[in-house]
């Protein structure tokens, strides 16, 4: 079982309690469903909210896109982080604990850029129907501090989906998608020509929506 800690406990806070508690907080914004609700849902409760994304070879550019675009239409502060993740060997070595390595090396670049901004919290998306037993980037979460506030509120992927709708966010119904390391192969280094040829197997070579 995947190591959770008490920032992912299910159902012990309500996010209006959360953000009565945290009105100052920093979120790692990927520009999908859950990431983009939570920003929208701490901004509309008065917030000191930036938000911080992380782009690197392992995403499409509609991925990017998206986060730019959500962060634009709700005027939220929003800092684009590159990261060489290619240069990260224990990453790119492709075995089971790659999610945990990589979940690892995302939250801590975003830690170190939030500090310098004087954020102290780090909330992400995850919810309810994210599994620790088929998620190793849980015990990241853990390990960093990171906090889940619509897994402790006890939301479902569908209640995020429901709830972005009544706030007209487009990325209600937007569909989820794995990164292309996912699909890389298991065991498969993972290079750039590795990533380019997935990429085109999934339909979204030079960044296009599959």
Do not use: W
Request: aromatic share 8%; glycine share 10%.
């Amino acid at each position: 079982m995947t190591a959770t800690g008490p920032g992912q406990d299910v159902g012990v806070e309500a996010l209006d309690a959360f953000f009565a508690r945290t009105p100052r907080l920093a979120v790692a914004f990927s520009g999908g469903c859950d990431s983009s609700f939570l920003l929208a849902a701490a901004l509309r409760a008065g917030c000191d909210v930036k938000a911080y994304g992380v782009r690197t070879a392992f995403q499409p550019a509609f991925e990017i896109d998206d986060a730019r675009r959500l962060a634009r239409e709700l005027g939220a502060k929003f800092e684009l982080i590159d990261a060489d993740v290619l240069a990260q060997g224990g990453i790119c070595a492709n075995g089971p604990d790659r999610c945990y390595r990589c979940k690892t090396f995302i939250f801590s670049t975003i830690l170190a850029h939030m500090a310098q901004d004087g954020f102290e919290v780090l909330a992400d998306g995850t919810n309810v129907t994210d599994d620790p037993a088929n998620r190793p980037g849980f015990q990241a979460l853990a390990e960093l501090g990171v906090v889940s506030p619509l897994r402790r509120a006890g939301m479902t992927k569908d209640a995020v989906r429901a709830a972005s709708r009544e706030l007209a966010l487009f990325t209600a119904d937007k569909p989820s998608f794995s990164c292309v390391a996912v699909h890389v192969g298991a065991g498969r280094t993972i290079t750039a020509e590795a990533l380019a040829e997935t990429a085109a197997r999934l339909g979204i070579e030079g960044g296009k929506r599959p």
